[in-house]
């Protein structure tokens, strides 16, 4: 890679930065190279604000359960906002809120602390206590982020569930957590449909199936009918009239959980990540200022859902620890047309903007499809940095993202992270590190990502090999929710000598030593920058028992969502061909999206007679993802019982 292929930041960039150049990126990685505790426990003072200040750094006596500030008291929601208002940006805009009919409004620090604090009140009125889980299933609205608020203000464990997931997930996951109460809203507004939550709750909790849950908190939103269980269900305006603006914050160890976030891995069963209070703020609020360089005058912009860890780290928390202005967007990217975003944009003066692969490349089509929508035809001038998060960016779509939104100026931070590590991992700084389209580049200074093979020992760049963290850091996964073998097993294994297993395959530039992630080598999939196991489809599949005998399920290239679910089935009858596969193929997406939620279904659907198996009766996935991809097989073949199911299982339906 010659220095004319790389994107330096500019002198202007460089100057007003943050993390100001090379020569300050290596300052910062020196200073926790040489003292990895004392790194961390200066930004720990710096960044976050303690009741009671820590005297121990990091406690690795039972790992990998590991503590951090363990003896340090503090509350995340007193540092996302009674700090705010004490340091005199009580009247400054925290967040507009960006509505799906295109109105908007804003709430200032003084009003959203109020907001939450009269919500925190709320749930303490039903009992809510410290350590309580309570879920989420929200719109993207200010109540939504306000809810996740509350409860951290009281030391109540929030476990937000995305607002596509179908009755059974949310109740999978109400069920794990063994929540007390669900705060959801009547209905959502998305690209001008008023969609369903507060009757998918009404399934999910359906037949005392949840025996832990005592309260529902409705957020109206629509004013759509909904269903009502007396006793149990409570308008959030009424819960609210006459509660105090005034809630004394829960001051808890660094190490209490904030959270669960569900996420898929490569069993059937999502997992429930627990992160930690300290770390994880700690994290989240470096992170925003490093990488997305926020400063006082910004519009920050990141259109995750709050569903996702990026709206957790990037909307709820890491923003509004800093002080900072932010957008909260409830519509989608394609509504009133595929301009809404850079219509947005230009409308609240967004300064920075953080968005996915997935999103990029479907406005790239639209705008080549219609002229109207071209982000050319909106005023950008407002943005000085881009963000991309959640799959690996391809080229094409990182130049266009950095010519067409960035106006050729704005820097193109490419964050490798996930739900596991609170924060970004391997990022660029933008008034730092020069780019190179599709990389994203180095580790966040004090993060050790590094590249080995199976046995954990270190491969030299240029060679690919598997993703590890060699020490542990302060925004780490604690733990699985009632399962630490899992946790031990899934990210520690023996063989690793302690590394933390992310789950991607990576390679390093032979000369820049720059990362570059290769993808998955676990059995989940990447499908619009949302994570799914493909064991988890699977069991969704064979759940209809009355049809399906068996399935495998894997992922294939797709040039919009970056990867795309296939499923090969076979049915408990004879091979369907024609139009009843096809009926039979939307029977069994409508089934996949009602146990799973819309996000799961399989785009190709593939009819066999049997599955291709080894001797032993293993599935070759290997080969089916050569099918799935319309490859020829170069596998040996010679096992199968029956080749011609080859060729049935190339057919879509
Ligand atoms: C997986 C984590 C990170 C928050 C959103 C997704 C993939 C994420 C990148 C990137 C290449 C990426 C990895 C990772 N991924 N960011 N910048 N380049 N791949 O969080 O649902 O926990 O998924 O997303 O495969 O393991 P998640």
Same mark, same amino acid.
């Given at each position: 890679m010659s220095q004319n292929e790389l994107y330096l930041p500019s002198a202007a960039w460089q100057a007003q930065a943050n993390v100001k150049g090379m020569a300050g990126y290596n300052a910062l990685v020196a200073e926790a190279e040489a003292d990895y505790q004392g790194y961390w426990a200066r930004l720990a003072r710096e960044f976050v604000t303690w009741q009671t200040p820590f005297t121990?750094?990091?406690?690795?006596?039972e790992a990998p359960f590991f503590k951090w500030f363990e003896d340090g008291r503090l509350n995340v929601s007193y540092n996302c906002l009674d700090r705010n208002v004490e340091r005199?940006?009580?009247?400054?805009?925290?967040i507009i809120f960006e509505a799906d009919d295109g109105s908007s409004s804003k709430v200032t620090y003084k009003e959203l602390l109020g907001r939450v604090s009269q919500m925190a009140n709320v749930l303490k009125a039903r009992g809510v206590k410290k350590g309580d889980r309570v879920v989420i299933y929200m719109s993207m609205s200010v109540e939504g982020v306000a809810a996740m608020q509350a409860c951290a203000r009281i030391g109540a464990i929030h476990s937000v569930v995305f607002g596509g997931f179908s009755a059974q997930s949310l109740r999978d996951r109400v069920q794990d957590a063994g929540a007390v109460m669900v705060i959801t809203a009547d209905e959502q507004l998305r690209g001008g449909k008023a969609l369903p939550l507060k009757a998918i709750v009404d399934e999910a909790l359906?037949?005392?199936?949840?025996?832990?849950l005592k309260d529902v908190i409705v957020y109206q939103r629509t004013g759509g009918k909904i269903g009502w269980v007396e006793g149990r269900d409570h308008w959030l305006h009424e819960e609210m009239?006459?509660?105090?603006e005034v809630c004394e914050p829960e001051w808890v160890e660094a190490?209490?959980?904030l959270f669960l976030l569900y996420t898929s891995g490569s069993t059937g069963k999502p997992k429930g990540v627990q992160h930690s209070s300290g770390g994880y703020l700690l994290h989240a609020a470096l992170t925003t200022k490093w990488?997305?360089?926020?400063?006082?005058n910004d519009v920050f912009w990141c259109?995750?859902?709050?569903?996702w860890v990026t709206g957790h780290s990037y909307i709820t928390y890491g923003p509004l620890a800093l002080g900072g202005t932010e957008i909260v967007f409830e519509g989608v990217?394609?509504?009133?047309?595929?301009?809404r975003f850079w219509q947005t944009i230009a409308k609240h003066k967004v300064s920075i903007f953080y968005t996915a692969p997935t999103a990029i490349r479907s406005l790239i089509k639209a705008a080549e499809g219609n002229?109207?929508?071209?982000?050319?035809?909106?005023?950008?001038?407002?943005?000085r940095l881009l963000g991309s998060v959640g799959e690996p960016i391809n080229p094409a779509a990182w130049e266009w993202y950095h010519k067409?939104?960035?106006?050729?100026?704005c820097p193109i931070v490419d964050t490798f992270w996930q739900t596991e590590t609170?924060?970004?991992?391997?990022?660029?700084l933008p008034g730092a590190t020069p780019l190179v389209p599709g990389s994203c580049t180095l580790p966040f200074p004090g993060i050790t990502t590094a590249i080995v093979d199976e046995m954990g020992n270190d491969v030299p760049n240029g060679q690919g090999g598997i993703l590890v963290v060699k020490k542990p850091w302060p925004? %780490?996964?604690?733990?699985i929710y009632n399962d630490p073998e899992r946790f031990k097993k899934s990210?520690?294994?023996?063989? $690793?000598?302690g590394y933390y297993l992310a789950g991607d395959g990576a390679i390093r530039d032979a000369e820049t030593g720059y990362f570059t992630i290769t993808g998955r080598i676990d059995d989940v999939l990447n499908v619009s920058g949302h994570r799914m196991g493909t064991m988890e489809i699977e069991s969704a599949l064979v759940s209809c028992t009355e049809l399906v005998a068996e399935a495998a399920v894997v992922g294939r290239p797709d040039d919009t969502t970056g990867e795309a679910i296939c499923a090969f089935v076979v049915l408990k009858r004879a091979r369907p061909t024609g139009d009843e596969a096809k009926a039979i193929a939307k029977q069994l997406r409508d089934w996949v999206a009602k146990e799973i939620?819309?996000?799961?279904?399989?785009k190709d659907i593939r009819f066999g007679d049997n599955l291709p198996k080894t001797?032993?009766?293993?599935? %070759?996935r290997r080969l089916l993802r050569s099918v799935a991809k319309g490859e020829a097989v170069t596998q040996d073949?010679?096992? $199968?019982?029956?080749?011609a199911i080859l060729d049935q299982l190339s057919e879509a339906n």
């Open positions: 121990k750094v990091l406690n690795d006596s005199g940006l009580g009247d400054k805009v925290a359906d037949g005392g199936s949840c025996p832990t009239a006459g509660k105090s190490e209490h959980p990488t997305f360089d926020l400063q006082d259109t995750a859902d709050i569903g990217p394609t509504y009133p047309d595929a301009g002229a109207a929508v071209h982000p050319d035809r909106y005023d950008l001038s407002s943005l067409h939104i960035g106006g050729g100026r609170g924060g970004h991992m391997i990022t660029p925004s %780490m996964i604690r733990t990210y520690y294994p023996e063989e $690793l000598k939620g819309p996000i799961a279904k399989p001797r032993s009766g293993k599935i %070759m073949t010679s096992t $199968l019982e029956n080749p």
